[in-house]
């Protein structure tokens, strides 16, 4: 309990002078706790709701036996900058930046997550991110567990996707000529049917206005007699 203690005052001491990662092991291809990114092709223009999780690798094996803080950070010219950190201690995500999070620290290792997301991906989003997870193995040693480091790209459409979408713009545009072309002489006909129409309703009118007038005239002179 006592080790606990002391090495828990030690993880505050680093936690709150720098992001130096506590390394205890090398982390290898197969690591406990893994960063994936969604969609898996980012690109600006069209990818939306941009999101990055850390969570457990179920596929390896670790001494991890209790977690108390995950963070994702972002490499940067002077080393490695916070994007979003949990701890066990606290209710939400600490987010740097327009971003949104949700995390779970205290259901155990399996259930431990970090996940953040941005709603517009711009040129910021590109970069390298790690994920670091700082907890006590089955010794009650502490570790700090990092994932591989993600390398994100903006991808970038093939000049040979443009020209399918031409192509199939082009085709869409073609169809729709042929479509108006050959629905025009009937477009035509019905106008030609509307305005005939209009005219027997308007020479039905005038004769309906004129059956009034004289039905007036005639009632004029019958008064008069």
Not at 26 to 35: A, G, R
């Given at each position: 309990m006592i080790l606990r203690q002391v090495a828990l005052i030690v993880a505050v001491l680093v936690i709150h002078s720098s992001?130096?990662?506590?390394?205890?092991g090398?982390?290898?291809?197969?690591?406990?706790?893994?960063?994936n990114v969604t969609p898996a092709l980012v690109n600006r223009y069209t990818a939306k709701n941009m999101t990055l999780r850390c969570d457990h690798n179920p596929g390896v094996q670790t001494e991890i036996s209790q977690v108390f803080r995950i963070r994702i950070l972002k490499k940067s010219t002077s080393g490695w900058s916070l994007v979003a950190e949990q701890r066990d201690n606290e209710n939400s995500p600490r987010?740097?930046?327009n971003l949104t999070a949700s995390a779970t620290v205290n259901s155990g290792v399996s259930g431990a997550f970090l996940q953040v997301s941005w709603l517009d991906v711009g040129e910021d989003n590109f970069g390298v991110y790690i994920c670091e997870v700082l907890a006590f193995d089955i010794s009650n040693r502490l570790a700090s567990v990092p994932s591989l480091e993600l390398d994100i790209h903006e991808f970038e459409f093939p000049t040979e996707y443009f020209e399918s979408l031409s192509k199939e713009t082009h085709d869409t545009v073609i169809a729709l000529k042929k479509t108006t072309d050959s629905e025009i002489p009937s477009l035509k006909k019905d106008l030609i049917g509307v305005y005939e129409l209009m005219g027997t309703i308007h020479q039905n009118q005038s004769s309906i206005l004129s059956q009034i007038d004289n039905f007036e005239t005639s009632q004029s002179s019958l008064k008069t007699v």
């Open positions: 992001f130096v990662f506590l390394v205890t090398v982390s290898t291809p197969e690591t406990p706790f893994q960063l987010v740097t930046g």
